[in-house]
């Protein structure tokens, strides 16, 4: 069992930037593929940014070029580098395994607002 618990979150200007992360309790190395998802207000959680364990990186079309997703396996913590934020970025985000996540571990998640 792992226990993913996000961070970062928070109130921000369009334009601005956040640093969202998700600490592990315990090695993620094995989770070939780590992922950050949002689901905001009545719309389903959808899978925005995730890395292998070799760092190879996949961005939603809605994110790229803006989001930048990053791990580092020895601190069992995954990042997601967020600027040029949208009012449309809102949400609230998740990390958990990608392809596909595991449903027990998905965690409270950390709520991002941007305000126009």
């Known amino acids: 069992q792992v226990q993913l618990v996000e961070s970062g979150g928070g109130l921000v200007q369009a334009g601005g930037s956040l640093r969202l992360s998700c600490a592990a309790s315990?090695?993620?190395?094995?989770?070939?593929?780590m992922g950050w998802y949002r689901q905001a207000p009545g719309k389903q959680r959808e899978l925005v940014a995730s890395?292998?364990?070799?760092?190879?990186?996949n961005y939603a079309d809605s994110v790229k070029g803006r989001f930048t997703i990053s791990r580092d396996n020895e601190k069992n913590t995954v990042y997601l580098q967020m600027n040029s934020l949208k009012p449309e970025d809102t949400a609230v985000y998740y990390c958990?395994?990608?392809?596909?996540?595991?449903?027990?571990?998905w965690g409270q998640g950390t709520q991002v607002t941007v305000s126009s």
């Open positions: 958990n395994r990608a392809y596909p996540p595991i449903p027990q571990y």
């Open positions: 315990r090695s993620i190395f094995s989770f070939n593929f």
């Open positions: 890395i292998s364990s070799s760092g190879s990186t």
